[in-house]
């Protein structure tokens, strides 16, 4: 159980709390988070009750361990949680434009790429430098360099910088430079590195699996949560089907639960969930109409010589469009987008 403490308790009133759940032999463990100042109930072994914690002056909320993913939890913060990276808010009423190739390839690319992102009224400029590919034979990403070239490019448009970590040994070097921590698909289970980032104090990027239960990205999600790092933002990036006419199905009834399920913010991915660029617009409408927190697109100002996921991408004037199409439809469902001058 977690129990969510008001912001004005005394500490009078959370220690007959505790001392009425430690006479209950349960085993406490105070947190601060984004969302409040908890305290997790470890061991409950003489089964007291949320309800019975609610019970006491200065509880805002009590939630049982039913569902396991108990930080990621809806219930913990009903109204959900903004992560704020650099200023820009990430949930809540914003609504969050991120874009860039599917890897970093040229200073003349990400530049264009950065450009078009700016103009679109994008604030993150995505783009990974260590590429998880399906083949070893694959463009496997410039590394270092690609993440300096990544980082002068976001710089010069300020734009937020967000990579993707693929390995525990990659970790220090990409969060020493990168603002948001990008975990892949092919990762959501890599339990090793998720409790590595949640040591972290940088926000994380989590994609869905491509054959994970809505369950499962959340208790991933967990891992980083429960490591004591808050600033937790979910993709929903598409799951495989029996089809193999695409590369994947985007699950956009996801979006809608996920949002039911948990507090955090889920930004919906249509070029991994698609694989063809000419599907990627209508998606992304579709998408911010269904309550997504925002986008995440794969743009390369030239995808025909892409050396990854070329196929998916969109053009930069894609980009703009999309951005026009954001800030007629997104009044529809309570958010605004900047039209873009
Ligand atoms: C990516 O964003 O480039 C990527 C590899 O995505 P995914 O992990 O969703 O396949
Ligand atoms: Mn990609």
Redesign the pocket.
Known sequence: MIIVLEPGITPEERQTLERFLRDRSAVLRGERTPQGELVVVTANPEGVTPDQALGFAGVARAVPDGQGYLHAAREIHPEGSVVTVKGVPVGGEAFLLAAGP??VESEAQMEACAAAVKAAGGRVLRG?SFKPRTSPYSFQGLGAEGLRVHRAAADRHGLIMMSEVLDREDLAQVAEITDILQVGSRNMQNFPLLKALGRQAKPVLLKRGLAATREEFLLAAEYILSGGNGDVILSERGIRSFDPSLRNSLDLASVVLLKEMTHLPVLVDP??ATGQHRLVLPMARAAAVCGADGLLL?VHPEPDRAL??GP?AILPQDLIRLSFDLAALLPVVGRSFPVPA
């Open positions: 599917c890897a990974g070029s991994h794969e990854s996921d998916q």
